[in-house]
């Protein structure tokens, strides 16, 4: 299924993915083992742009997310952090090493911890994003947009996992090379800021590529059909890119919400299978939602039961509130109590909160069937600015 | 990377894989989105034989690995429980779903969580260990060579990630595939044992097959060249099957030690880059030995420093102690200090613990450059019984 749901990405994608590969293939700058095959794994995703790669981006495999304190209030030292994270940000998602694999000395400790070396680019993104305490600590001014979330009912938030001045998130479809990327973002940013709390994903939840099947999340279920697809512009524009608004060094760029929930896996899979379909809305097997018969069919609100997922986060319950996800499953261990520590790290890019996360988890919280299987356990919001053009930095226009 | 190991070895595991594959597919049971098209990500690796798999077959690039703890002393419940832990792995491992689909009735729970429907099978190998706990609530006799590790200098083990009654050891090209198997043995196993740690791994960091580039660990190493090749019928009965020394239910099986080591990437990022080099013994680039130009030059003992990893674990310094290696990375998050939890899984298999990791541990613990970087905070030792036949289940010539 990853290699399948790899090769309809590719294709879908064309415009995006394919113009950047071939640009970089032809400047020999992807370091693969068989150089003269196409391989999916190795394709580049374009640094630079409009927009922050890794939002509109055909959803990759593997994520590792990770949330920064800064332990500064200098700007000078954000900004020559931000500086060497782009720089560094560039390289790695063009599969070269920092550094260009010349170390004045042996001496010093390599510029790269080297751990990607040999391996292909694997469409890795990184995309940044500011939280509500950068602007307080840094003393600039945060967008009006940029709020803390509200409670929300049976919210029992981790402040562990919790929050944060910055964020990164890596994308890729190999785990090591978007670990060891956050791993040197984070070696850089030493003395900066220092990693707050980090989330490895294993499988992606979501597809902003509308040809491909949705994949299953922790439930069984295919959760997130109708997603944003990464190619529709005019839904980009209204849903996910901020505009005109502003403030200047936002446009182009998104809100992002990540919530960390965790799934209560031993309940679900005593439940029937009636009641995990009522929950949904959807049919387990296929995913077609009730009254349909395929995945894609369309949703006829009166044939869900009132509580159900996909009835109440549905745009059209909700005044055409739309939000692109990007959301992965995790597992990461078990809770000392018997049970796994797994669940959904949901990841949402909107152009406003107000109209896209918020709204919707206000619907869920109050009647969604789901919640009795579920809890939110972690949070955070961020302002991810406009994307980099060469020789910028991440938010350059902000700072500089 | 991933793509282009797995290629190789498939080619290199022509003889175990290669077969299997062919018979099931032949037998109409992979559920591929593209039965035509050979897809490597779905090759069935048999699950009966004359040894389990996952021991010797190639390392599978994503690993769940689970231990468990027994909540009964009823021997009927725990051979009820592994019956129907065999049945559901022979299935898993067929990319087949657990009750094949059919539920009796949609007001009971299904047979089969369901998050790998649709998915292949992704070369899912399952392996079946006993503590030596295991033996003593069931009131069995204990194997002579299976014993609570010793204590080593500097380990610092974390009971809640040590010890277990049993383990099961998911590998997988698809970790969505490998954490369905274990959830639905832990399900399965409901009221009979429940789940005491586990352990997602991200990256491969051994190969059994030995014309494959060894992947690189956490620290940037290329570390376990010279593991034994998973094709060399020779050195798995001298050093890796339990032979006529028995007990009779262990022939064909083995012993696998499993290690959670953390590693202090922080610290090894500040490293220079000689300091790293000597530590392992090795060059970092291209891991060849000191003295050697190339990684699978052959190590020789003195032209490395006195203390170097490569050196001191060498079977040449061990009077010819040899393992099995099949170790993955992990990040599991980060540990609140603002530091990544990260490191290397070690699973290590071996004919006789006394003879394979503890004499290797011995004396990497006393004088290994390694331990300043490095911490064991997890430990377990289980007796993986030989391979399961058609009819027979997980144990039964000890259990029934």
Redesign the interface.
């Known amino acids: ?4 749901s790899r090769r309809r990405l590719l294709t879908g994608a064309g415009l995006a993915v394919g113009a950047g590969a071939a640009a970089v293939a032809g400047a020999g700058l992807v370091r693969q ?2 150089p003269a095959r196409p ?3 190795g394709v580049v995703v374009p640094f630079y742009g409009p927009h922050q790669a890794g939002i509109a981006t055909p959803v990759q495999d ?1 994520l ?1 997310f ?1 949330a920064f304190d800064l332990s500064t209030d200098s700007r000078e030292e954000v900004v020559a952090m931000l500086k060497a994270w782009t720089a560094a940000a560039a390289r790695m998602t063009a599969a070269q090493e920092i550094g260009g ?1 010349a ?1 004045g000395t ?5 510029d ?9 680019a ?1 469409r890795l993104t990184l995309t940044v994003g500011f939280g509500p305490s950068f602007f307080d600590k840094l003393k600039l001014p945060r967008p009006d947009l940029l709020k803390e979330l509200p409670h929300f009912p049976a919210d029992k938030l981790d402040p ?1 996992r919790s929050g944060g001045d910055l964020c990164v998130q890596a994308c890729a ?4 090379v978007a ?1 060891h990327a956050v ?1 040197n973002l ?2 850089i940013g ?1 003395g900066t800021a ?7 994903g ?2 992606k939840t979501s597809s902003t590529t509308p040809d491909a ?1 949705t ?7 295919k959760d997130g059909t109708n997603n944003i697809a990464g190619t529709d512009g005019r839904k980009l524009d209204e849903h996910v890119w901020v505009g005109a608004e502003g403030p200047e060094w936002m446009r182009g760029g998104s809100y992002l919400v990540a919530r960390r929930i965790r799934m209560h ?2 309940t679900w ?6 009641e ?2 009522d929950v949904f809305g959807r049919t ?2 296929e995913g077609a939602p009730y009254g349909g018969a395929r995945e894609h069919d369309p949703v006829v609100l009166d044939k869900m039961p009132v509580d159900a997922h996909v009835r109440l986060a549905n745009p059209a319950a909700l005044s055409g509130v739309t939000i692109l996800r990007r959301g992965y ?1 995790f ?4 809770d ?1 109590l ?3 520590d ?1 669940g959904l790290f949901f990841l949402a890019y909107q152009r406003d909160p107000e109209k896209g996360f918020i709204p919707i988890q206000r619907a869920l919280a109050a009647k969604d069937a789901l919640n009795e299987y579920i809890q939110h356990v972690g949070s955070g919001i961020f302002a991810c600015p406009g994307g980099v053009r060469p020789g910028s930095f991440w938010g350059e226009t902000l700072l500089a």
Chains 1, 2 share one sequence.
């Not at 042996?106 to 390599?110: D, I, Q, T």
């Not at 994949?215 to 279920?221: A, D, K, T, V």
């Not at 899979?269 to 009636?274: C, E, G, M, N, W």
């Open positions: 299924m990853p290699d399948l083992p068989e391989d999916p794994a593997r590792h990770a694999g170390t042996e001496l010093a400790p390599p790269d911890t080297g751990e990607a070396i040999g391996l292909p694997s562990a479809d190999d785990p090591q670990v791993r984070v070696r030493f220092s990693i707050r709390w980090s989330q490895l294993f499988g099947q994949p299953r999340n922790l439930m069984g279920f896996v031993e899979d005593r439940s029937s299978l009636k995990q379909e387990k097997r499953s597992t990461d261990g078990s000392g018997g049970r796994l797994a």
